[in-house]
């Protein structure tokens, strides 16, 4: 009885370490809140029909009959996809895998930008996946130019609260008059409201979509300090579930096919629901910020000891 008494309380501390093991590794498993589904408004579109190639043709597959494209970056380059279209406002999501195993120096970025076009003054929505070096943990950085106002970063910089590497989740840009929206999985995780705070670097001209992996290592990771490692080349990233709606314009002459006020009517970004928070999205914006944001510029003082002015608007 002795004998088994002993194993007993053995076997159950064993299993109780190995469960803090677990759980310090896998970190804590979140239960994210319910959130309207504004991705399920949209038709996804195939990777044909709504992009072409922006660089390194040779790492970027087309599969899944057209609806997935895999990106990769290898010792030879990256590779990119850049929307054919351009758009004045929309609604932007990709479902994106990322490569798993030790990604730091690499960096996947989801971004509309018009920077091609307007170079110096030019407007910017980002959202950049991070690989990184500790806890081999992904990050998800959002930021925003507007009218070429590269000298402030408004970064704001997030754990994500899923393994990113293990399925494809959602990564949604919300632009239009009233606010940009990003989310994760439908969660709101960051708004920019359209306000006299903002209106000088709000990104106002119409912008392309980009879906990117490339190699950071002189940017992303403290100055390259961690570069990318080829030994683990090559990094894959796959992209799925895409979705642009939007005010597409005249790549020629930039005119909008859609005017102001038909927007609100004909385009549904532009609605109730795409131009205002749910209580629900409130909820899940205040979630996503309280547990997994780490980083925003508004508490930079360090940074910049005279803050951005949208920072002490709210
Ligand atoms: C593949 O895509 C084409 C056109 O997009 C469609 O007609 C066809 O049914 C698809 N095939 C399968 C197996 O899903
Ligand atoms: C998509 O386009 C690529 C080249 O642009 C082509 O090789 C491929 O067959 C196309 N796929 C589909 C499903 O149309
Ligand atoms: C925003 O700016 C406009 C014009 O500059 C001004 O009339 C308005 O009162 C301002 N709104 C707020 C909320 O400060
Ligand atoms: C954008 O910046 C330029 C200077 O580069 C300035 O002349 C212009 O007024 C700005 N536009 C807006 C909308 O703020």
């Known amino acids: 009885m002795a004998v088994f008494h002993h194993n007993f309380i053995l076997t159950s501390l064993l299993i109780f370490l190995r469960n803090i093991i677990v759980a310090y590794s896998r970190g804590p498993v979140y239960t994210p809140p319910n959130v309207d589904r504004l ?26 009959n057209g609806t997935s494209a895999d990106l990769s970056l290898d010792k030879s380059s990256g590779s990119g996809l850049v929307s054919k279209n351009k758009y004045y406002y929309g609604f932007f999501n990709a479902a994106i895998k990322l490569p798993a195993g030790f990604t ?5 970025a989801y971004y509309l930008s018009n920077a091609d076009i307007f170079p110096h003054k030019h407007d910017e929505i980002d959202i950049e996946l991070l690989g990184h070096e500790k806890r081999r943990e992904w990050v998800l950085q959002t930021n925003i130019y507007g009218n070429g106002s590269v000298s ?29 929206l990003f989310l994760v999985d439908n969660i709101p995780v960051r708004e920019v409201v359209h306000n006299n705070a903002t209106s000088s670097v709000y990104p106002s001209k119409p912008m392309s979509v980009y879906a990117t992996i490339w190699d950071a290592s002189q940017w992303a990771t403290h100055g390259g300090k961690y ?6 080349a090559p990094f894959v990233t796959s992209m799925t579930g895409i979705e642009m709606e939007g005010c597409i314009v005249n790549s020629k002459n930039m005119a909008p096919s859609c005017s102001k006020s038909s927007l609100s009517s004909i385009d549904p970004v532009d609605g109730e629901q795409f131009s205002k928070l749910s209580s629900q999205q409130i909820s899940g ?22 803050l951005p002015q949208e920072c002490s608007a709210k």
């Open 39 to 64: 991705t399920d408004r949209f038709s996804r579109l195939s990777v044909n029909q709504s992009y072409n190639v922006f660089f390194g043709g040779a790492n970027v597959h087309v599969t899944n």
């Open 104 to 108: 730091s120096g690499v960096v996947v």
């Open 152 to 180: 402030t970063g408004r970064e704001e910089k997030f754990y994500l609260w899923f393994d990113p590497t293990q399925g494809f989740h959602d990564y949604t840009i919300l632009w239009n008059n009233h606010h940009i």
């Open 227 to 232: 570069p990318v490692n080829y030994k683990f």
């Open 285 to 306: 914006l205040e979630w996503a910020r309280r547990k997994h944001m780490f980083y925003s510029y508004c508490q930079d003082k360090p940074r910049y000891k005279v």
